[in-house]
């Protein structure tokens, strides 16, 4: 049974840090894409960046709206992808998740992912 467990949220101040991790039981990282997305209250899930594991380094993609600020990395010893955020920003403020096993569409596509995590709460505040 695949799960994917999602940690390091919580609340920090503008301008702060914070680390994501995903760890992975069940499923091996292969040549699917991993991803990050996101869901502030109201608004869809939209993917934040992702991350497609290729032996040595992986390939990376990034929204606008997080990129230079959002770094996706992996560790395939410990069948982890990570996110570090900094510079945050309030609107920032979202329950974030980790997808894996895209089968279809693009990375942005919640909808062509197999797995998914519970999510963790990252609230930042001016």
């Known amino acids: 049974q695949v799960q994917l467990v999602e940690s390091g949220g919580g609340s920090v101040q503008a301008g702060g840090s914070l680390r994501l991790a995903c760890a992975a039981s069940?499923?091996?990282?292969?040549?699917?894409?991993l991803g990050w997305f996101r869901q502030a209250p109201g608004k869809e899930r939209e993917g934040v960046a992702a991350?497609?594991?290729?032996?040595?380094?992986?390939?990376?993609y990034y929204a606008d709206s997080v990129k230079g600020r959002f770094t996706i990395s992996q560790d395939n010893a410990k069948n982890t992808v990570f996110q570090q955020m900094n510079s945050l920003k309030t609107e920032d403020t979202a329950m974030y998740y980790c997808?894996?096993?895209?089968?279809?569409?693009?990375?942005?596509?919640?909808?062509?992912?197999?797995?998914w995590g519970q999510g963790t709460q990252v609230t930042v505040s001016s």
């Open positions: 997808a894996a096993d895209l089968y279809r569409g693009n990375w942005r596509d919640a909808n062509g992912y197999t797995y």
């Open positions: 069940g499923y091996t990282f292969s040549n699917k894409f």
């Open positions: 991350i497609f594991p290729l032996t040595g380094c992986g390939i990376t």
